[in-house]
């Protein structure tokens, strides 16, 4: 018999993430509790459809104009508009200036990847692979893949989380960006760090700047939970509007999968902002090549949703209260866990809880205490140390909490 042509391709390991969720599934345990991936649940621990996006979905299948021909290559234009004003604010100079642009992207990291893929074609000479790639220690991991597979060779980490003190080593950051090699790119979180949960401050964000801006160093923010984080989309969107106001030219990756609770339509946006529309015409040409031989054109029907809400001024004050309806949900429950950890008299410090923001808590649990957690609790977590505050709901917080206190008693 013949040898199959992949007998020598090696079984991949399976993503951590949503191997948890498929453990967590197959788990009989009557208690079993899911503080794994990063998507929104009711406190009935229930996917939440936003009702505004209800709404919309209804407007879309009765309007007879619309149809299923081919979108622009670089997506729906009304969509890219709409998404960058939310991530520069409607009065931007930049917009005015008609130096901002952008790409309809499959969810968040397809815009990381096409920003990934032009910046290794075009950017620091061309083809150049070997310019460093920064993302914070710890990232979200598909950071490290996406520019790994874009074809850069050098990916590097940059300080981020302090583990002895719960929250940012600025120190150490500041020192990388100094010593960082001209012309690196920095991949920095624009707001509810995945997976810390711990930000910058305002004035610390105006020391990275300083330094990124003298040491000329390329900005590509991630921000995939705008709105999310606080409840106010302004205030989770301040550091990107204060390097475009440093004169920064950057990129954005924008998602919609969480603000939305758009998952699985891949609603993702990438914002460029440019020196001038020169520059920008010519680059947005570039990434247009990128994407015919990527997915060629972008779906509508996610876009179509997002475009809609943002583009009218009622149904946009709904959205923003359907996120903050999220936001407050996890601010909650930052705060009981956090009290009832306290009540327990579990040891260690604990302020880190309500310190984070956004989806996910760093709970500063080490890998045995996860393994305890996981396997005699039936709480699922990432090795990391990271629960998704959203798992967290009015009847199981008091059981999650007693097992924190557990792991932490029990496991050194």
């Known amino acids: 018999i013949a040898m199959s042509t992949f007998t020598d391709v090696p079984q991949a390991p399976p993503v951590a993430v949503f191997k948890l969720t498929a453990d967590f599934k197959d788990d009989p345990h009557p208690q079993k509790v899911n503080l794994g991936v990063g998507a929104y649940r009711t406190d009935d621990c229930l996917p939440w ?102 074809g850069f060779t050098d990916i590097r980490p940059y300080h981020y ?20 090699p001209e012309k690196s790119v920095f991949v920095l979180h624009a707001c509810a ?36 984080a606080s409840g106010s989309l302004e205030k989770d969107a301040w550091a990107i509007r204060y390097f475009v106001s440093q004169g920064f030219e950057l990129f954005v990756a924008q998602s919609f999968s969480k603000n939305f609770g758009l998952y699985n339509e891949r609603v993702g946006n990438l914002t460029v902002v440019a020196r001038d529309s020169d520059n920008l015409t010519r680059t947005l040409s570039q990434m247009e090549k990128i994407v015919r031989t990527t997915w060629s054109n972008p779906p509508s029907q996610g876009a179509r949703i997002v475009s809609k809400t943002l583009n009218c001024p009622e149904l946009f004050a709904e959205w923003q209260g359907n996120v903050k309806t999220m936001a407050d949900r996890v601010l909650l429950m930052r705060d009981q866990l956090r009290a009832k950890l306290l009540a327990l008299g579990t040891p260690g410090t604990w302020d880190h809880i309500t310190a984070q923001i956004g989806m996910f808590s760093f709970t500063g649990l080490n890998p045995k205490q996860v393994e305890y957690m996981v396997k005699e609790r039936h709480v699922y977590l ?19 909490a007693q097992s924190i206190h557990e792991a932490v008693t029990k496991v050194q």
């Open 161 to 180: 989380w302090d583990g002895n003190k719960r929250g940012l080593d600025l120190d150490g950051l500041l020192d990388d960006l100094e010593k960082a």
């Open 382 to 400: 990432m090795a990391s140390g990271r629960i998704n505050m959203c798992g967290l709901t009015s009847k199981n917080i008091d059981y999650v």
């Open 193 to 228: 760090h995945n997976p810390t949960g711990t930000d910058p401050t305002q004035d610390e964000w105006k020391k990275i700047a300083e330094i990124m801006m003298r040491r000329n160093l390329f900005v590509f923010f991630d921000s995939a939970y705008q709105g999310f």
């Open 49 to 150: 459809v936003l009702p505004v996006v209800k709404k919309v979905e209804r407007l879309i299948v009765e309007d007879e104009s619309l149809n299923h021909e081919y979108l622009p290559i670089l997506g729906l234009p009304e969509f890219r508009s709409a998404a960058s004003k939310v991530a520069l604010g409607d009065d931007s100079p930049a917009i005015k200036d008609n130096r901002v642009g952008a790409v309809q992207c499959l969810g968040g990291t397809g815009a990381l990847r096409i920003g990934a893929d032009f910046l290794q074609r075009w950017y620091n000479g061309t083809n150049n692979t070997s310019t460093p790639i920064y993302v914070s220690a710890p990232t979200w991991e598909n950071h490290n893949g996406v520019f790994k597979d874009a």
